[in-house]
């Protein structure tokens, strides 16, 4: 995944989807990022477990020369909260996402502050080969839980397509957080039913956010539903001193 000097000229953004989703779910702003000419990669979040998840992460950002900018979704903010010791990491952008600090845990987090619905949304758990379980969102219950302020019709597609997670990644201890040493910027919706807003909004105020962004009626999806919101941010990582 070699890039060229041509492109080095700006940083590589490299965007880390989270659990229920995929790589795809970040098109509307791989969009708008591409148009201006921002090399991109999105990356396929194994979302196995959140320090296997940020050592394949960490191999990515291995294949890419020049600095780069990770922005993490959900799940994915704690992928890239563990994703330390690369100097290239210019900045953080957390879209909807965890920030954990060490010894957190996502459902833990999730849990702090009243108005998380996802736990009974998400379907029976299916059994893995591991001896562990993945867990999706109920189809049916997708759109309002996950992605209110979409279309019913992408929802729809989202759900169909959604990849599980472990039931372990949700309650693994996170590490050494990257957003102590790295700077950060924060945005999502204030109808986020999976992470809700005030635990949001606990996580950018901790990591010292250099710019946090709520955007009126967002549900947790706001890439999608949102995306020129969410690159016009990833930007300001980018462009700041």
Do not use: C
Request: charged share 15%.
């Amino acid at each position: 995944m070699n890039t060229t000097s041509a492109q080095n000229i700006k940083p590589t953004i490299v965007l880390v989807h989270g659990a229920f989703a995929e790589s795809s779910s970040w098109n509307g702003v791989l969009t708008q990022l591409n148009e201006k000419g921002y090399p991109t990669v999105a990356v396929a979040n194994p979302l196995r477990s959140v320090k296997s998840d940020a050592d394949y992460v960490a191999s990515v950002l291995k294949s890419i020369e020049g600095p780069t900018v990770l922005v993490g979704h959900s799940y994915g903010g704690a992928v890239i909260t563990n994703v330390v010791g690369n100097e290239n990491v210019k900045a953080l952008v957390y879209v909807a996402a965890f920030a954990p600090d060490a010894g957190e845990t996502a459902v833990e987090l999730s849990g702090r502050y009243p108005g998380s619905t996802l736990g009974p949304a998400l379907a029976p758990p299916v059994a893995t080969p591991d001896g562990g379980n993945d867990l999706y969102i109920q189809q049916d219950k997708f759109h309002a839980q996950f992605a209110a302020d979409v279309p019913a019709a992408a929802a729809q597609l989202m759900a169909s397509t959604q990849r599980p997670i472990t039931e372990a990644a949700l309650n693994e201890a996170s590490g050494t957080p990257a957003w102590q040493s790295i700077p950060s910027w924060f945005i999502y919706g204030d109808r986020d039913l999976n992470i809700p807003a005030a635990a949001l909004a606990f996580m950018a105020e901790r990591a010292n956010s250099k710019e946090t962004v709520v955007v009126s009626g967002a549900s947790h999806v706001v890439m999608v539903s949102h995306p020129d919101a969410v690159a016009r941010l990833i930007e300001h990582a980018v462009t700041a001193e």
